[in-house]
Structure formats: C-alpha cells, structure tokens
C-alpha cells in the first residue's frame, strides 16, 4: 500500500472521530472503549486529527460568495459552503490586521499588539503595551500551539502583523511560508504605495525575499507555494494546519488579462439594482429572514438610475474587475481542494472560510498617493499612474470599486470597512470539513466571533490553551469554541446575555443578545450612542436610542466593562478626523425624494392638442 | 474621502470619452500617393464629425493628383497640396460607418518629358474631389453611445470601402500636368486593424494592412489621345506604436503593382513599386491630431519607375455635440 493510499484509509478511519466530541462523551465512550479495548487492540492506528485549512478572503464581503446570494460565480466555495454549513452571524473586527491578530491568538486587540493598526496609531497610544502595531509576544499564537500539538503549520499571503525578525510568520509559529508582510500591494511584482515604503517585503520559510518568483501572480503563487508545502511533507502522517491569507480581493484589482471581461455590462444597472436582487437571493436561501430591509443607500452616494449609461458603465467596470478578483480566488482555492481530494487529504481536513472584515468602501489609494507636489503623489505618477479603464488590472493600476460597491458586497448590512455597522464586522462564514456534524448545505444564525477560531482549532487539534507560554503568563482567550455547535448539539455557543465588544478608530460598539450600542464619529455616526435591534433591523436604520435609554443604559455600561478589562486606550488622532468636513451633510434616504428627478415628460390627450393659432 | 472619489470616477469617463472620440485619423490625401495614413481606420463614435487641413509637399516623377501613378520618364515635378475635407461617423445596420469627403487643391510644376520633347509645365487650383464610404463588417459593433467608447477595442477588425472620384478638378488638355484627371477613378478595399497587445493609450500596437483595387475609367482628352489604365492592386502596411498617451509613430510601407498605363493603345509598363516612410502622430488635445510623415519609394532607380517622396503634416479638428456640451458644462462649473 503506498502513502497516499495509506493515507486515504487512514483518513477514512478517522473521519468519525473528532476530539471534541470524544472528549465530552467520555462518559459512555469510556465505559464502552474499556469493555472493547482488549479486542481491537492495534488494529489501527490512533486518529489523527484533522488538517486544518483556514482560507481567509482579503476584504472579501459578507453576500460576495454565491452561496450567500452573489451573482458572481464561486462554485469553488459554493461547494464547501454545501457540503458543510453557513453562518450569517459571524463576526470579525473592522480592519484587517486586528482581525488576524484575533483570530491567530484568540486575545482582544487591545492587548494582542493591535489596539490600533500600526499604520494609524495614535500619539497616545504610541508606546502603550496592546498598542504595539504588531502582534506583540505577550500571546501564543495559534500555529505555535498546533506545531507543539504534532501538525505541520504553513503560511502563505498576507500578514501584515509586523515586519521584524522576531515578528514574521517564522517566528510566530510557521514552519513554512510565503508571506506579503505588508497589507497590501501589487499583486504582480514588489511594487508599494508609497515613496517612503515603495517595495513590498516578502518572506519565504523566514527569510526576506530580494525578488520574487518568476511569473508571480499573488494568488497563483499563494496557491503553488501551498501545495508544494502540503506536498514536500505528505509521507510523515503529520496533520496540516495551512493559514491561506489571501491578498485578493484587496484593491488594487490586478488581475490576469482572460479574468476581466467576464462580466462586461453586467453592473451597468447600478448598486441598488444588484443590492436587492443579492437580497432575495438571500432570503431565497435562507441566508436573511423573509422581510428584511436593505441598508440605506449611504447619502453621498447617487442613486445609479439618475446616472448617464456611460457613468453606470464605467463605475460597473469598476465592479466587474471585482468579481474576477473573487473569480479567481474561487479558482485557486478549486485547485487547492482539487490538490487534497487527489492526494486523498481532502476528506479529512477542515476548511473556515470568511472575510477578514467588511468590504473596503474607502479610497484607499487617494488617502496613499498624496495631492500634487507631494513624495507620495511623484511615486504614484511613476508607478502608480495606470488610469486607463483598459489598464485596469494591469502592474501600475490602482482600481478600487468604491462604497457604492462596498454596499454590495455587504447586503444587506449598512456602511463598510473601517467602520462597526454591521457592514463593517459581519462576515459570511463557512465551515466545512469532518468536524462538522450538522446537515450538509445547512446555515446556522449562531453568534460567533473571529476569536472562537482559536479554542476551536485548539480542541479539534487535541491541544489547548496553556496559561503560561514561555514563562509569560497568558491573557485569557476570547472566544469559545464551536465544536458543540458544529456537532449539532447546540444552535449556538452563545447565550442571549453574552457580550461582544469592538473599538478601532475611536469607533465602538457593544452587542448583548440582539441588541447592539454602536458610536460611531459623524457622520459615519452621530459622535453619540445609537441602538439597534439587530433581529429586526439587521440593516440598522432605525435608531432607538431615545426610544430605550435603559437599553443604552445597560449596554454602555457593558462598553465600559470591555473597556476596562481590555486595555481599551480611545485614540487621540483617527483616520477620520476631518471627515465630516469633507463629505456632503447627511440625509436621509428617501426612496422617490425629490419627485422631481423622477418626473417624466407629461404628454397632453391627443385630442386636446392644437397648432398656436395666427 | 469616499465622496470625493465617488464623484471624481462619475466624470472620470467624459475625460475618457472625449480622448477616445476625437481621434479619428489624420485624413492623409488618399489622392496624394494613392495611400490613407496609419490609423485612418480607427473607429469612433457615431455622430463624429471631423475636418482636416493637410498639407503635402512632393517630388518625383509622376503627379501625385493621379492615383495612377503614371510614370513620366525623366520628369521632376514638385507639388503642393492641400486638402480639405469633412467625415462623419455614422451606424450602418449596427456596424461603424464613415462618409467622407476629400478636395484636394494646390499647384504642381516641374519639367516633363513628352513626345522626346521637355517642357516645363504647371498648374494649379482644385482637383477631384473624392468621396469615400467605409461599413465595418468584422469587429466590434458601431460606437452608438459613450459605454460603447468605453469599452471599444478593435480586435482583429476588418472594413469595406468603396471610393469614387469625381473628374469636376481643373483639368486642361494641353496641358501634361493637371490637377483634375478627367476621367471617373475609385477604389475598393478591406482594411485591417489588428490590435496587438492591450488597448491601452500609451501601450497600443496594431498591424494595419489595406489590399485595395483601383480602378480607373478613360480620359478620352489626354492631351488629344485616349489614356486607360488597368486596375492597380495596392497594398498598404503599418506597424503603428503608441510612444505616450498622446504620441505615436509609425513604419508604413505600401506596394503597388498594376495599373498598366495605355496611351492610344500603346501600353507603358506595368507599376510594381514599393515605399516605405515613417509617420508621427500627436494628439495636441481633444479636438486636434497633428500627423506628420515622410515617405519614400525605394525600388526607384529605373528611368520607368515610379519615383515620389514627400513630406506631409496634417492637422485634424473633431468634434461630437454631447462631448462638447459635457465639457461647456464642466468648464462652466
């Protein structure tokens, strides 16, 4: 029998089992196993715990999947979508390095290194112990644990938790990488955004990266560099932890030539349009309740239908090059799973796939290319200066798809990336693999946090979570883990009175059972409390704060205890301090308002008309 | 932030459309040495409009206002043209079309040998006004609106034409060197635009090729006797190059053969010529393209073979009504 097929019958064998489970079955297994131990004896080998593969989508949006209720083909996810389940109430931080930082050591962002990201830290935060920028060594990280727990860990995309030697991928615990250590950048070459930073640093198996391979294309080479790990260690019978951070979708779209014209025309008719057509679809597979509301369209936004055709076309440009980005990523991931069924992995190993926050509605690129006369703005003409809508996706174009599209991708939620709304901070979530014990295809409304990845990892792994690690006493993990839950014995890991908390640009909320506190700088927010009952209004149009003081009461108060018991140092200086001088003062978004743009030329009856008389 | 950008992408495309639409070609004398410019078929969008003003310098030894190409022996003729038309795009059963109209005026001299007598002979004033009808048939569909700009790339595209001169120029029997040619004369023929590479201003490439007959009807008053020519077969080649956004050039070459001269039924020879020059094309702005090019024949030494060369520099104003009322109402802003 060679290694593959041992591996195969192997994996067959063990696909019943699950730690988790068998731990807290002990009782009766117990009993059982002793009365049948003497009779199976050696005949096989102790289970091996499950591969863990966590493909993690770069701004990748909540309703971007097919499986929930996307036009764009990801038949790729789709699949681990219906062969394991989804969930809608999956919650990960506004932006990305804090999420990563979360759902690598399980702690609050606050006291992992990123209180703040290290592009925007405050000066009052600088120096503070949870503010470092990177996550910091005070937390064990997850591929520490799952290396000392017997698995292979492996790295490959994005890190964007520090850049030293003692912070990269290697050193927090993978045996082999590929990383961009950066938060964003070409996907073709080293290029980066700015004069000051204008190279991307990569490192491969701890070492920084003078050039990159030939024919580089970030999300191939992520997926080539994975599969030649998996490969290189395939005949020592060890688990695989593999940390897929992809670069995609992160603007700039760069994409290959044949992937961007698959959707010519396609979004011509506007956000709203898709925005609601993405809704029924997610009522229609049960990702949404029947009813539910769309977010406002966000009031510096035109509505698409008052936009000449030649405007819709080009902003849908904009939107098609997205979906080949999510295409594409859909398409390395099919090889990636491609590459484990044929070597007999695949039924064993477990797939998380979600988004690292909410879709980027920003622009990013004006906030990175400076105004003329500037450092950053001489870079960008040189390297950065691709405008042509034939370039986009090219070395040297920057195209982002802007909050109109964001809004799309976060239907139905409202706002984006950067912010708490819900379009900020919920995700979709798919989790497929042996672990999972409830129906196939089936979508679960269990609240869950990033931070559960951890202990759940950590159980489905047999390992858990010391209280000391290399003589420095642990913060306590933040989440829960999911094996109940995916076991099918429970809805869901959380009662209605646990608590879930954020804060990320002076920006915060707090959620208790449905209700959420939310305050967000204006005019984003009201630089005041607001409330939202997530269970009606998942959407949060309506506030009610002054309808429910006691609410606001009781969740601030919670806010407070967060604050407390995570280090929470408010920011003096955020990215969005003049934003309200910028933008177009807030409305409203009245559907039909004004009736003058919707007036349509008034046609007199026929037999009233009549030549002006001499 | 997110306002900002929103609003610069929405007038992001009428920059785009106003330097998509106006670049319609140079509109090169195809009299002048019986050869349209490189990117003369580039499309466009319906309801352009366009006006060129070209002005050619030639020598050699034929008259360059007969695309013919008669080859007078030992003659050294000079000319200067100029000509003006006007072309508009236009859909054609959903295909790009062009209509175009060219007057070419201007003098010629020089000495020419006729009868084994040499005189000097002149004239000048308006020739054949030609009009030319283009119907794209392989490529993209006609430009009808801006999204249709937006997302035009030539492909692999390739056009019917049908020219016809009309023999209304100057002409006087007497005279060995004319303006208008009196006779009925036209073209028909595919041009190619193959595009090579991405369709991006600053990177475009693309292989031009134009097989085209002439044919040409009898001048019963050549000099008291009856001129015929056989068709010509043409063939003109272009490897253009965008050098920046705004600057391109071009290698150009053109083959003729055919187009058997007779004179009173005795036959001269048979044209089997090729040229080669080069073209600079610059975009000033919106409206106006400045073309530049010099081109020579190359298998010329032959006292019966065709020998011209001439330097040409065009200038070309287009225009469309919705982008110059886009753009009076954002310099009004």
């Known amino acids: 029998m060679n290694d593959t097929q041992q591996r195969s019958v192997r994996a067959r064998v063990t696909r019943p089992g699950n730690p988790g489970r068998l731990l807290r079955t002990m009782g009766i297994a117990g009993m059982v196993a002793a009365l049948v131990a003497p009779a199976i004896g050696f005949a096989a080998d102790p289970p091996r715990p499950p591969n863990i593969v966590i493909i993690l989508g770069d701004d990748l949006g909540f309703a971007d999947m097919g499986a929930f209720g996307s036009e764009i083909a990801t038949p790729n996810l789709d699949s681990l979508a219906t062969s394991g389940v989804r969930f809608t109430n999956f919650y990960t931080h506004a932006s990305c390095s804090p999420t990563r930082s979360i759902l690598l050591s399980g702690v609050d962002t606050h006291l992992n290194g990123l209180g703040n990201m290290d592009e925007w830290t405050a000066p009052n935060q600088l120096g503070v112990v949870g503010y470092e920028g990177y996550l910091n060594d005070r937390v064990v990280t997850l591929p520490q644990l799952l290396k000392e727990a017997g698995y292979h860990t492996y790295m490959v995309g994005k890190w964007h938790m520090g850049k030293a030697p003692g912070q990269i991928p290697a050193a927090r615990g993978f045996e082999r990488d590929f990383s961009l250590l950066d938060g964003a950048g070409s996907y073709w070459d080293m290029t980066n955004f700015t004069g000051a930073a204008p190279r991307s640093v990569f490192t491969e198996d701890g070492r920084y990266l003078t050039e990159l391979p030939k024919d580089y294309y970030a999300t191939q080479t992520y997926t080539d560099k994975l599969i030649s790990f998996i490969d290189a260690n395939r005949g020592d019978g060890k688990p695989f932890f593999a940390y897929v951070a992809h670069q995609a979708p992160h603007d700039p779209y760069h994409l290959p030539r044949d992937w961007r014209s698959r959707h010519v025309g396609e979004y011509d008719k506007g956000w709203d349009a898709v925005r609601q057509e993405r809704l029924a679809r997610q009522v229609e597979l049960g990702i949404m309740p029947a009813g539910t509301e769309l977010s406002e369209r966000m009031w510096f936004l035109p509505d698409p239908v008052l936009l000449a055709p030649a405007s819709r076309a080009f902003l849908g440009k904009r939107m098609e090059l997205y979906a080949g980005m999510v295409e594409n990523l859909d398409f390395h991931v099919g090889r990636l799973v491609d590459h484990l069924k044929e070597i007999g992995e695949y039924e064993n190993t477990v797939f998380l796939v979600f988004g690292d926050n909410g879709a980027e509605g920003t622009d990013l690129f004006k906030m990175i290319a400076g105004s003329p006369g500037t450092r950053d703005f001489l870079f960008a003409a040189v390297k950065w200066s691709q405008t042509h809508p034939n370039a986009w996706g090219d070395p040297g174009s920057y195209v982002a798809y802007g909050p109109m599209w964001a809004q799309v991708s976060m239907t139905p939620f409202s706002q984006y990336k950067g912010w708490l709304a819900e379009g900020g901070i919920r995700n979709g979530l798919i989790v497929s693999g042996p672990v999972v014990k409830r129906p196939a295809g089936s979508v679960n409304h269990g609240l869950m946090h990033v931070a559960d990845i951890m202990p759940t990892l950590l159980e489905l792994a047999g390992a858990s979570y010391p209280k000391t690690y290399q003589g420095r006493e642990l913060p306590a993990l933040l989440g829960r883990s999911w094996s109940p839950m995916l076991a099918g014995e429970v809805e869901s890991v959380r009662t209605s009175q646990d608590v879930l908390a954020w804060e990320v640009f002076g920006n915060r909320a707090v959620r208790r059972g449905d209700w959420k506190l939310r305050w967000q700088v204006r005019p984003f927010g009201k630089s005041e409390w607001e409330l939202f009952d997530l269970a009606t209004d998942p959407a949060e149009r309506k506030d009610l704060a002054a309808e429910r003081p006691d609410k606001v009461a009781e969740l601030a108060a919670l806010w407070d205890d967060y604050v407390r018991a995570n280090n929470v140092i408010l920011p003096s200086r955020t990215p969005f301090e003049t934003m309200e001088k910028q933008m177009p003062q807030r409305v409203p978004d009245d559907p039909g308002f004004p009736p003058l743009t919707g007036k349509k030329q008034f046609v007199p009856p026929a037999d009233m008309m009549a030549d002006p008389k001499p | ?333």
């Open chain 2, 1 to 333: 932030m997110s306002d900002t950008s929103s609003s610069r992408t929405r007038a992001g495309w009428l920059a785009l459309a106003l330097a998509s639409v106006l670049v319609i070609g140079a509109l090169w004398p195809s009299q002048a040495s019986a050869q349209v410019p490189p990117r003369f078929y580039w499309k466009t969008l319906s309801g352009t409009n366009a006006i060129p003003v070209i002005v050619n310098s030639m020598s050699g030894n034929t008259n360059p206002f007969d695309p013919a190409h008669l080859v007078a022996p030992g003659a050294n003729l000079d000319a200067t043209l100029a000509i003006g038309g006007y072309a508009r795009m236009f859909t054609l059963l959903d295909r790009a079309a062009m209509a175009a109209v060219l007057l070419p005026m201007g003098r010629i001299s020089g000495e020419v040998s006729a009868a084994d007598q040499t005189i000097n002979s002149s004239a000048r004033g308006f020739g054949d006004p030609m009009f030319e009808l283009n119907v794209n048939l392989i490529g993209p569909k006609a430009q009808k609106n801006l999204v249709d700009v937006l997302r035009y790339e030539p492909g692999f595209s390739l056009d019917v034409i049908a020219d016809l001169a009309v023999p209304v120029g100057e002409y006087d029997s007497g005279q060995p060197l004319n303006l208008g040619q009196n006779r009925w004369y036209g073209r028909l023929g595919a041009p190619i635009v193959w595009q090579l590479g991405p369709w991006v201003p600053g990177r475009r490439t693309t292989l031009e090729l134009l097989p085209a007959v002439w044919f040409f009807g009898t001048n019963d008053d050549f000099e008291g006797k009856s001129l015929e020519t056989d068709p010509m077969f043409q063939v003109d080649a272009h490897l253009t190059r965008d050098f920046t956004e705004h600057m391109w050039g071009s290698l150009d070459g053109a083959w003729y053969t055919g187009g058997t001269a007779s004179v009173d039924g005795v036959e001269g020879e048979k044209l089997d010529n090729l040229a080669f020059g080069l073209t600079l094309g610059y975009q000033i702005n919106d409206n106006l393209g400045l073309t530049m090019g010099y081109k020579s024949t190359v298998n010329d030494s032959a006292p019966g073979d065709l020998q011209m060369d001439g330097f040409m520099i065009s200038l070309v104003s287009g225009w469309h009504q919705i982008i110059e009322g886009a753009r009076r109402l954002e310099s009004g802003e």
